[in-house]
């Protein structure tokens, strides 16, 4: 038996859930607060560059927000989050993951199950995401 792996491979279906992960994820900074001066004093900086200082103190911390699931676009908007003709058919937070920061993500199918996931890039690891029903998407594990 020959096995033929297809690397990142999604189907057209999924592109839409696909699409809203990232704009999702890009949307995260324009829903946060910058660090208060509380939170820098606490992380120990010693032996840190005046521009690893300015880098950090410039961060911003996740914004809690609750999982979404089948919201269609209306008028522009789903829910919250604008959208043009594309339905938000699921979003799970950062908090989700354990994480506070975001920064790609990646979709693969399985080319025995036919499953689909979701490969998303944090501050603190990999998540793994089986988005093969795409408004039930479960989170599996973190590497």
Known sequence: MKIHARI???S????P???AILLL????????SQL???EIEKVDMTGWTTT?????????PAQR????SAVPCVAGFAGTYPCDNVDLLAFMPLSTFAATGGNDNW???DPLTGKEYALMGLNNGTAFVDISDPVNPLYLGKL
């Open 8 to 10: 990142l491979r999604l």
């Open 52 to 60: 690893m200082r300015s880098l950090y103190a410039d961060q911003e």
């Open 12 to 15: 057209p279906r999924r592109w």
């Open 65 to 68: 927000l609750a999982p979404l």
């Open 17 to 19: 859930l696909l699409l």
């Open 25 to 32: 994820t890009s949307l995260l900074g324009s829903h946060q």
């Open 36 to 38: 208060s001066a509380q």
């Open 107 to 109: 979709g693969w199918t």
